[in-house]
């Protein structure tokens, strides 16, 4: 399908260094993005289908970073169906899994954890609700694993793990086994901060940087905090810093100024950290944004940045920027109808939670116009021609 968005207002590239690209339309052909520049240099006649944006704001898909799946789109955590559908009206395009810990008789044998994450890995890949992405399949880790093991896995599609919820007797056992995870290729992820399930045991500054991770999950808390001290010791490690909106707000703030005083927010990432018992967040990733945003000095860009182009980067993935060869998973965004502000940013950094307008992935619009959990948008985002027999 060839898809073009026109009458832009504003592109957000995904990018917090250069935030904006100059551009009125962005198209994109076979899933992938293959144009963004002006509309008089785009073939809007051979598109089938073209979305007026009313000069609203474009931006990259929102990448999830934390999400913990299960099957289907299915939550046995919160007992809900449908809602991974729901958060991509809120504007999320792809989800990350933190770990399938909430399978019910979650296996904890070596046998059953590679199973499991290879299951999940290869049911997501056939399975995409409402057209989202779900990068599935992060083995949790457990004492005993082996060398052979990672490699048995990553040969099976895996590339993601999971620190923290093992059967191990404390955090420091999960040094050798991070160690051995990154050897073998797979992206490796910690459980950070106090205790999030009965069983389990908190995860403190030190630790972080005893087993030094590729990425510290909900570094704010996940829902409890480390010490406020570590942010600056772990800034400047390389280690992938992921601020939750189910975590605390006080020391997301403080781990995305650390990060910006070490030269480091390349490395700040935006994630819910849901289903947990903290609920379903259908627009958990817009109201960390805009919490952040309008209660610090931070720039809203820059928070969208750690919310898309951040993760892709982190994650290695080909979507979370607005540039041609990228995956084309876009949003419509926009001033919600009623509020005080004119534009998308305008109204983040106010604290108003935004209307989106529109959600693209692979090139296909999932909806356009009102989205089942945002307010209105202010102008009139509209498809203005198709020629698909589908209603968007």
Known sequence: MRTAITNIGAVLSGNWREPFVDADTVVSDGGLIVGVGAAVDADLDSCDVVIDADGATVAPGLIDSHVHVAFGDFTPRQNTIGYLESYLHGGTTTVLSAGEVHIP???????????????????????????????????????????????????????????????????????????????????????????????????????????????????????????????????????????????????????????????????????????????????????????????????????????????????????????????????????PLGGTKHTALDAMKNGDMIAVGAVITDGVPRFVGRSCNTRPTTRQVRVTRSSVLQEF
């Not at 995409?128 to 990068?135: C, F, K, S, T």
């Not at 059967?167 to 290729?185: F, I, N, P, R």
């Not at 490690?237 to 910006?260: F, K, P, S, Y």
């Open 105 to 335: 008789g979650r296996p904890h044998d070596l046998a059953g954890v590679k199973a499991l994450a290879v299951a999940a890995h290869k049911c997501y890949e056939n399975f995409r609700p409402g057209g989202m992405r779900v990068h599935a399949g992060s083995l949790l880790l457990e004492p005993g694993l082996e060398p052979s093991d990672f490699a048995a896995v990553r040969a099976n599609g895996v590339w993601l793990t999971k620190a923290g919820f093992g059967a191990v007797d404390s955090a420091k056992d999960y040094v050798e086994l991070v160690a051995m995870a990154k050897e073998a290729g797979l992206v490796t992820t910690l459980h950070t901060g106090g205790c999030s399930i009965p069983g389990t045991f908190p995860v403190t500054g030190e630790d972080v940087l005893d087993i030094n991770p590729d990425i510290s999950f909900h570094i704010n808390g996940g829902p409890v905090a480390i010490e406020d001290r570590y942010y600056d010791m772990i800034a400047p490690t390389g280690m992938g810093m992921q601020v939750c909106a189910a975590g605390n707000l006080r020391t997301g703030i403080l781990a995305a100024e650390a990060a910006h005083r070490h030269d480091a927010f390349d490395r700040l990432l935006i994630g819910t950290d849901t289903p947990t018992g903290s609920g379903i967040m259908p627009l958990g990733m817009l109201y960390t944004i805009i919490h952040m945003a309008a209660v610090s000095d931070l720039d809203v860009t820059d928070l969208i940045g750690a919310a898309t182009g951040n993760v892709a980067r982190m994650f290695g993935l080909n979507n979370g920027l607005v540039a041609v060869g990228r995956d084309a998973d876009l949003i419509v965004i926009d001033a």
